[in-house]
């Protein structure tokens, strides 16, 4: 039941706000799993950031990892789903059991304050549909909120900008490859490790990046 209220929420934002929702579908679990693999091996205390939970697909497996003396913000700018997600903090066990150390910030990520905050963020951000300067953006603020010794995880779908390409004009080509060509230079310098993961609709790459 839960699942399908999630992906009817899920599926309403696609359509209203496609440019920052970024996908018709919320992670699979096999994807959270493998978001979440640089938390599950770090000791505690430790200070989390999500960004961007949508129905909170991502949030779900990351609460039951908490533990203790853990600090664990989350960040979306969507105003729908920060109520959604706010209900499940409210309602549902797993969830419930992590409020006093939850925290949820209706704005976007660049408006996060600080520096070298965060041990482990986890960020669901579509960037393969931003303009190439908001991913600068963006990026500039994953550098600014990491911790040096924290792990930033995050994914794309498989293949998608070269799937995408030849169907697109030439205006949307260009933003794709100019994307590509900042984010595979992001990946050479900083990705620590990564994983295909086939469960998941689209199959999707989760990367882990140190800077
Ligand atoms: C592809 S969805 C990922 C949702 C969820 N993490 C998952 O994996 O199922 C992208 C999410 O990022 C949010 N978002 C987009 N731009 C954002 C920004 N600049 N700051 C914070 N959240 C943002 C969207 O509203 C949406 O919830």
């Known amino acids: 039941m839960q699942y399908l209220t999630e992906y009817r929420e899920f599926y309403r934002q696609f359509r209203t706000r496609y440019q920052t929702t970024g996908s018709i579908l919320p992670s699979s679990r096999a994807l959270a799993r493998a978001l979440t693999r640089p938390l599950r091996n770090l000791p505690g205390p430790r200070r989390i950031l999500e ?56 704005s976007p990520l660049q408006d996060v304050p600080g520096q070298a905050v965060y041990d482990i963020m986890i960020s669901g951000l579509p960037l393969n549909n931003f303009s190439l300067s908001l991913v600068e953006d963006i990026y500039a603020s994953y550098e600014r909120l990491l911790k040096p010794t924290g792990t930033l995880s995050c994914f794309e779908y498989a293949w998608i900008r070269q799937m995408k390409s030849p169907f697109v004009g030439s205006a949307e080509r260009d933003r794709l490859r100019e994307i590509t060509s900042y984010l595979q230079e992001k990946i050479r310098r900083y990705q620590i490790d990564e994983e295909l993961v086939l469960l998941n609709v689209p199959p999707a790459v989760a990367r882990h990046l140190r800077f």
């Open 51 to 106: 960004i961007g939970p949508g129905t909170g697909a991502v949030t779900a497996e990351i609460v039951r990892h908490l533990r203790p003396g853990d600090q664990f913000d989350i960040v979306e700018i969507n105003g729908d789903f920060v109520a959604y997600l706010g209900q499940r903090f409210e309602n549902e066990p797993d969830f419930r059991r992590h409020r006093e150390q939850s925290r949820i910030l209706h």
